[in-house]
């Protein structure tokens, strides 16, 4: 099959250059014109699509050619399928890599994998001509990547037209600037995982912060150079999912807290079982066959989880009747005895024999790969796991008896990781769907 979705490719020379306000802003400016806007995050990320389907109100994709190889490229076609204009925000630099040698999941390889132009994010702040020298050097870098338009982003009044001139001197042209703006700042502010998980930020706010950054771009002539730049692709459409014939309730704990879901696992577990959401922070009880709780920051809000005694005590009776648990990163922490968080103590739900313990610099970071070395819930002995994982927690285990996993790449707990007690499996990874279907795994026990 082909499909010819116009679209653009967000990207910058490094991180953190305003990549996400960019591509928000971009999309908000067509949509405010009448187009149709789909949106997409190179590589493994939760926290910048979620600003993406605010923006857009419509789900982000993950394109990630390390843990998805070529189906990125059905995978681009069939979800931006009957939008006037796909926006893809890159990862990083242009051409920085999880090897840092070769091009293996770059926003250049996927450029390249889906014939998308690219536009170049420049910060503004204390630059002008020195623009033109990053874009001559990103162009000369590889021939094959083609770089159409650049965003400048945190500009001040008569410095726009400076870097302007830089820029277009190189033969790409400007697509419009986001002025600076302490608000602006103060709502894409970082911390330890990265932005603020738009699910802890009033809608309203996020909407008005893309609109205000959207006056200063050109939503036609960003269209007009996407169609003209963007070539048609051919790809082979996916397989449908299996569904589960019996009926299962699966509840997928949604909060402030835990935030970190790919959109393809809720989408699984809406078609192949009935779907509830629960917030441990606020709900008193678990009434599912089978519960998922996933990545974010349960230590943000350890006060708050620890305060729910009556969910805790809810989810240690999921697990003592042996119903199925599943947990990524937060979910793990969640479980173990106690988290220690910047001097103060907050009692968790007490499942695994272990301690969570904050670190100020990142424990584990990156793509990981682990291999099964004991079956548990979602693999049997030897197979391999493919995710990543991003925390600062570091967890104290009394014993490594009912560690499942063993890191061929990755941190995890001292090389290991996988808790499974009874039939609640959590670990650091974060798995794509695409790369394994684990509730698959775990549903098949009720059919």
């Not at 605010?54 to 390390?66: A, C, F, H, P, Q």
């Not at 390889?109 to 874009?135: F, Y």
Request: aromatic share 10%; net charge neutral; proline share 3%.
């Amino acid at each position: 099959m082909d499909c010819s979705t116009p679209r653009l490719i967000i990207s910058s020379y490094k991180g953190k250059s305003g990549k996400t306000l960019a591509t928000i802003a971009l999309a908000r400016s067509l949509i405010s014109k009448g187009y149709k806007v789909s949106i997409f995050k190179v590589g493994p990320d939760y926290i910048d699509p979620s600003y993406h389907s605010v923006v857009t109100g419509k789900l982000s994709r993950n394109l990630d050619y390390i843990l998805m190889g070529d189906k990125i490229i059905g995978r681009f076609c069939e979800h931006s399928a009957g939008s006037d204009i796909a926006l893809i925000e890159g990862v990083a630099g242009l051409y920085d890599s999880p090897d840092g040698e070769s091009e293996i999941g770059s926003t250049a390889q996927l450029s390249k994998l889906l014939k998308a132009p690219v536009v170049i994010v420049i910060n503004g702040e204390r630059i002008n001509r020195t623009a033109g020298a990053i874009i001559r050097g990103l162009k000369d870098y590889d021939r094959e990547v083609k770089i159409v338009g650049a965003i400048i982003t945190n500009v001040v009044n008569g410095q726009e037209e400076k870097i302007k001139k830089a820029v277009e001197k190189e033969g790409v042209e400007v697509l419009g600037a986001i002025k600076r703006s302490e608000k602006i700042e103060e709502m894409m502010k970082y911390r330890h995982l990265g932005l603020v998980h738009a699910n802890e930020i009033e809608r309203d706010k996020i909407l008005l912060l893309a609109n205000m950054a959207s006056k200063g771009l050109d939503a036609e002539r960003s269209l007009k150079i996407a169609r003209e730049s963007s070539e048609p692709l051919s790809f082979y459409k996916q397989e449908g999912k299996i569904s589960v014939k019996k009926k299962v309730k699966i509840a997928i704990a949604l909060s402030r807290a835990f935030s970190f879901y790919y959109p393809e696992t809720i989408e699984y577990a809406s078609e192949a079982a009935e779907l509830s959401f629960v917030d441990p922070e606020k709900d008193q009880e678990i009434n599912a066959d089978v519960l998922i709780i996933g990545g974010g920051f349960p230590e943000v809000y350890a006060e708050e989880l620890e305060r729910n005694k009556p969910f805790i005590n809810s989810l240690r009776k999921h697990i003592d009747d042996g119903k199925p648990f599943y947990g990524e990163c937060g979910g793990l922490i969640y479980l173990t005895e106690a988290l220690y968080y910047k001097g103060s103590e907050y009692k968790m739900s007490g499942v695994f024999d272990a301690y969570s313990v904050f670190m100020d610099k990142p424990v584990g970071h990156g793509y990981a790969f682990a291999e099964v070395i004991k079956d548990n819930l979602i693999a049997k002995k030897g197979a391999i796991l493919k995710g990543h994982e991003f925390h600062h927690i570091k967890i104290i285990a009394k014993s490594a008896e009912n560690l499942t996993i063993k890191y061929v790449k990755g941190s995890g707990i001292n090389g290991l990781d996988g808790f499974y007690v009874k039939n609640a499996y959590a670990s650091f990874l974060h798995l794509h769907p695409e790369t394994i279907n684990f509730l698959e795994k775990i549903l098949y026990k009720f059919v």
